[in-house]
């Protein structure tokens, strides 16, 4: 079965700087989601990336998809306290897009003034 | 983007007892939605895959007979926690999928259950 490690676990930036997030897949990824979570909340979607090589930008945040289409990074610039919080990867296991999203164990990103 | 409401948002049940969970999707007709489950500090688990008409999925290690889903109309699918105890206690959340190639996910706020 397919599965989805991110890393790191935990990230604690000073605010104002730069971080990324990696997904890796031990298969093709056939659609690569990102969301954001805090604690106990829904889960907010960022992007949704599909084909590989493809990248995708959204205010401070942009997410690509390597050639392989088994990695995919978030990176945030010039990071602000909003951004705190749980972003998790998701994938459907499988081509079938008309199917069940499995997720990364997900990435803590705290903020530091 | 789609809706997708949840509900209760937080519920505090007695153990032994059973607890229901809605999810409605208001703006679109889902016939098919998905069970999460998150434990603290910890990562969304698909629990089973809702099918309006049919019986759910479950995923492996997931007792179909403590958490009954019954997707009965294209709206709404419910979610019961049977015999609930305080192991269950956690945040279960729904999902739902639409879009052209059903390529757009979206959740529920989540309930947050706690068994006493």
């Known amino acids: 079965s397919q599965e989805l490690e991110q890393s790191p676990q935990s990230l604690i930036v000073q605010e104002g700087k730069n971080l990324t997030i990696n997904c890796t897949s031990s298969?093709?990824?056939?659609?690569l989601y990102w969301y954001k979570q805090k604690y106990g909340e829904g889960l907010i979607f960022l992007m949704m990336?599909?084909?590989?090589?493809e990248e995708k930008s959204h205010e401070k945040i942009t997410a690509k998809l390597d050639e392989k289409k088994q990695q995919s990074s978030l990176h945030i610039t010039a990071s602000q306290p909003s951004h705190a919080g749980i972003y998790l990867c998701?994938?459907?296991?499988?081509?079938?897009?008309?199917?069940?999203?499995?997720f990364g164990s997900g990435t803590r990103l705290s903020i530091r003034p | 983007g789609a809706v997708v409401s949840q509900h209760p948002s937080w519920v505090i049940c007695k153990s032994g007892t059973s607890v229901k969970i809605e999810c409605r999707s208001l703006?679109?007709?889902?016939?098919?939605m998905f069970w999460y489950r998150q434990f603290p500090k910890q990562s969304l688990m698909l629990m089973a895959t809702?099918?309006?008409?049919?019986?759910?999925?479950?995923e492996q290690g997931v007792e179909k007979d403590k958490f009954l889903i019954n997707h009965a109309s294209l709206t709404l699918s419910t979610l019961t926690v049977t015999s609930a105890h305080p192991e269950d206690s956690s945040f279960y959340i729904c999902?739902?999928?639409?879009?052209?190639?059903?390529?757009?996910?979206?959740f529920g706020q989540g309930t947050r259950l706690t068994v006493v």
């Open positions: 998701g994938a459907h296991p499988g081509y079938s897009s008309a199917s069940k999203i499995i």
């Open positions: 990336l599909q084909k590989g090589g």
């Open positions: 809702s099918n309006e008409g049919s019986k759910a999925t479950y």
């Open positions: 999902s739902v999928l639409t879009g052209l190639e059903n390529t757009e996910a979206f």
């Open positions: 298969k093709t990824l056939y659609g």
């Open positions: 703006d679109f007709q889902a016939t098919t």
